[in-house]
């Protein structure tokens, strides 16, 4: 079974096109999938008082896999941090032990016409890995807000032990040897002392990787970087807060915010899928959103929590072909033609799929929940 919450925001309408994609999939291949949609965010505070309610996070540990939406909204904005969407959707990371966060920042070369940067720098598309550290650092550490003789303060505490570094380094590690063998570790490390750590920690896991070119660069640089020479980059491993601003400049990259996946993994219980992007309240209900980020990160799911690589070949080339003759509005490139809804992307999606060629290797195996060693295998750590 796989878990489904749309969300708030553009969350329903993009996370449709990602199970018609699923489902779509899963028919050519002769495959069997069940879904369970449950209240999330917002929508949940709405319905339950809570964002994330007991029996959504139950659905979601006996699922095989969560495919999110996004949550938020000006609708909840004025509530306590504690009680907000985007609590929940730190509950449901922390509940599910999720501590890495893979976000591709792909664009085929075919497609780079999409990205703002020049040809000479986005000609050959881009194929980078943002590794984010997801269970720790600001997010997680302690808060506090006071007043004090009539002065307002407030406190994020920033704070890393090292084995939380060390897990997330060894799939970054992983993920490089597996790519170009290319790993830039990104911290603060002139500043933050949980930087010193990370570099420290980084360092000494790199000794059993003696095959991937490792460097250290300050985020300020990287984000520089990431603009002007994309291509030294491959994967860049960051703690939470850096991975949550680069992965949304790779968005700005590639074109838009809206081509983004990600899967958020764990050891033990089911992965999490969704786009990079949020509820996007500034066109949410309209019709407009691209839905490619929750489509790609459908294939993820398929490609890592079900096995189903052949699955996961057919909706990324479905994806790329329908970008030949379809632009949702974000990417629209002003030449007068008409920008594609959301449900009309969808729809030559799932058109593209059903006539698909099968790519790659069938899936392997039943589409069954066998968990970190079988995601761990399909990473080819
Ligand atoms: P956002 O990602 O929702 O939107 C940023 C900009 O990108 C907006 O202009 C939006 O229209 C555009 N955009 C985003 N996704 C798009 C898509 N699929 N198609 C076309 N355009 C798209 O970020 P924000 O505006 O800073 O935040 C809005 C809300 O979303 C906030 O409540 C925030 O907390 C929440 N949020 C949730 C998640 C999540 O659930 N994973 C992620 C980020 C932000
Ligand atoms: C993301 C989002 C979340 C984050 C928010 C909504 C909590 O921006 O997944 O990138 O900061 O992790
Ligand atoms: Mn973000």
Redesign the pocket.
């Known amino acids: 079974m796989i878990a489904v919450l749309p969300g708030d925001g553009i969350g329903p309408e993009v996370t449709r096109e990602a199970v018609r994609a699923l489902t779509a999939a899963a028919e050519k291949t002769g495959t069997a999938l069940k879904f369970e949609e449950l209240p999330f965010g917002g929508q949940a505070i709405d319905e339950t008082g809570g964002p994330l309610p007991d029996a959504t996070l139950a659905a979601c540990r006996r699922a095989h896999a969560v495919l999110l939406g ?3 909204g000006p609708r909840w904005d004025a509530l306590a941090p504690e009680v907000r ?2 609590r929940g ?2 509950g449901l ?1 922390e509940e599910l032990g999720t501590f890495a ?1 893979l976000r591709p920042v792909r664009l085929p070369a075919s497609k780079s016409f999409v990205s703002p940067l020049r040809e000479d720098l986005a000609g050959g598309g881009f194929d980078l890995l943002v590794v984010r550290e ?1 269970t720790g650092g600001l ?1 997680f550490g302690d808060k506090r807000r006071w007043q004090e003789d009539g002065v307002e303060g407030a406190m994020d505490v920033m704070s890393y032990a090292a084995p939380e570094i060390e897990r997330v380094a060894r799939i970054a590690f992983a993920l490089a040897r597996s790519r170009s063998g290319r790993l830039t570790s990104v911290d603060k490390a002139n500043v933050l002392v949980t930087s010193r750590l990370w570099r420290d920690v980084v360092g000494a896991v790199a000794r059993d990787y003696p095959d991937v070119r490792l460097d250290h660069m300050y985020v300020d640089n990287c984000a520089h970087l990431m603009v002007r020479d994309p291509r030294r980059f491959d994967v860049i491993l960051t703690e ?2 850096f991975g ?1 601003i680069l ?2 400049l790779g968005g700005g990259l590639v074109g838009s915010l809206g081509l983004l996946p ?1 899967a958020s993994l764990g050891e033990g219980g089911p992965a999490i899928y ?1 786009p ?3 509820s996007a309240p500034d066109i949410a209900g309209r019709g407009v959103a691209n839905p490619v980020g929750a489509i790609l990160s459908a294939a993820m799911l398929a490609r890592l929590s079900l096995g189903h690589e052949d699955m996961a070949g057919l909706i990324e080339e479905a994806v790329w072909r329908t970008l030949d003759h379809a632009r949702p509005a974000d990417l629209a490139s002003g030449d007068g033609r008409r920008p594609t809804s959301t449900g009309a992307f969808g729809d030559a999606v799932v058109e593209a799929i059903l006539g698909g060629e099968q790519q790659g290797e069938t899936g392997r195996g039943r589409p069954g929940r066998d968990g970190w060693p079988a995601i761990e295998r399909r990473l080819q750590m």
């Open positions: 996004a949550v938020g969407p985007e959707l730190l990371r966060n997801l997010y939470n807060t949550d992965s949304d990600s969704n990079v992007h949020g």
